[in-house]
């Protein structure tokens, strides 16, 4: 990584991995292991529409989602965070906190996805900035983790007693 880089988009990963809305979910997990990030854009014609994350991926097969039939759309997160590839560090690391998340679509003038940019990435070239990233989103991340768990474990309770109740009969 370039440690004099001034814009995101000379430290940020290039061509990155991405899925369309109907891929299912098993091809979002191939395409997150593929990709050794943490994340998949969620993307038409070259056009950011969302991601999916490895969360999300637990979530859904843990809540009963039949990795093979179910589209990606069903579960993504909207609204993915953008910013554009010539941004500084500065400013990728005040849209991150803005919008509660670690990592970042860079789009080229023309809003097509030229590359993604995650917090440990911006954090060895920008070192404070991202610790304030760190520090704004960790209640945040916190907060929507301990939920998460919450609801997965409570999609795991019923399935349990479902197939207790399907063995009784």
Do not use: Y
Not at 31 to 54: H, Y
Not at 110 to 137: F, I, K
Request: aromatic fraction near 2%; glycine fraction near 4%.
């Amino acid at each position: 990584m370039a440690k004099n880089a001034s814009q995101v988009h000379e430290i940020a990963r290039r061509q990155p991995q991405q899925v369309l809305p109907t891929a299912s979910l098993a091809q979002a997990a191939q395409a997150l292991e593929r990709s050794n990030q943490g994340f998949i854009p969620v993307s038409v014609n070259g056009r950011p529409q969302g991601i999916v994350t490895a969360w999300n991926l637990a979530q859904a097969v843990a809540r009963g989602h039949d990795p093979h039939s179910t589209p990606v759309r069903s579960i993504m997160e909207r609204r993915p965070a953008t910013i554009h590839a010539s941004a500084s560090f500065e400013e990728a690391a005040q849209m991150m906190e803005e919008e509660q998340t670690r990592a970042l679509c860079l789009c080229d003038d023309s809003g097509q996805l030229v590359g993604t940019l995650t917090l440990d990435q911006l954090s060895h070239v920008a070192p404070e900035a991202a610790g304030r990233v760190l520090q704004s989103t960790a209640c945040e991340l916190a907060a929507s983790e301990a939920s998460a768990a919450a609801a997965v474990s409570s999609a795991v309770q019923l399935k349990a007693r479902a197939s207790a109740r399907s063995e009784a009969a």
